[in-house]
């Protein structure tokens, strides 16, 4: 039911979504100037969710800038969150548009900048199979003779809230120096960051996935419209009233 209800939630947020509401309000209002009015703005918002221009501005805003490393400092661990990999359907993992998180994660330790990767992430289809992303991508890992002891997971998150939950009780174990160094896409760095620190872990940010923002504006980019854009704007919206959420939190 939860699943269900926050799949509706998303669907909500969505700008396309608003833009096929205001399209069925038009075809069935029966005054013209309110059908009018209606169908202009769902011309509107259509193309202010994807002009490419006003994302790029709004990413600039929003994300979280990467923190310098220091040279030669080396750190316990960097923390993965998942949602970087999917389950076909014969119940194999494959990697998805955000495993950026991924390599950057194997470059952190190939280049000796962390000694541990903790990868968290579960199912987030309970009861379907028994597939875990934390699990599959150790394997992948370990497959490419990264050694065991230095491969972390914690496999029974559905969420971002439960990521930090069962990190900290596996960084607690592993008893781990902190700071971390924590990995994830740009457009969820700030939401996960807020929560990484109201639960009492130091971590630092590492964003990568980067959907906007990090690349000079082309000419076009002012008055073409743009599918990926719109697309993109489903990720940020998200973002933003689950940062807000996390606030009224107690």
Partial sequence: MYTLFALIFNISLWPLTWVLVLLMISLLAKRPKRKRNVLVGAIVVLLLFSNRCLLNLFARTWDVAAVELPKGKVYTAAIMLGGF?????????????????????????????????????????????????????????????YPDSAVLIEQRSTNTNENVIFTKQLLDSSQLKPPYLLVTSAFHMRRALYIFKKRGIPVIPYPCDYLAGNSSADVFDYFVPSAGVTYAWNYYLKEVVGIVVEHLKP
């Avoid at 470059?107 to 903790?118: A, D, E, M, N, P």
């Avoid at 990868?119 to 875990?132: A, C, D, E, K, Y």
């Fill in 85 to 145: 990999t999917g389950e076909n359907t014969k119940q194999q993992g494959y990697f998805n548009d955000h495993s950026d998180r991924f390599v950057e994660g194997l470059y952190l330790k190939s280049s000796g900048r962390v000694t541990h990767l903790i990868i968290s992430g579960g199912n987030n289809r309970p009861g379907t199979s028994s597939f875990t992303e934390a699990k599959w991508v150790k394997k992948i890992m370990l497959d490419m003779h």
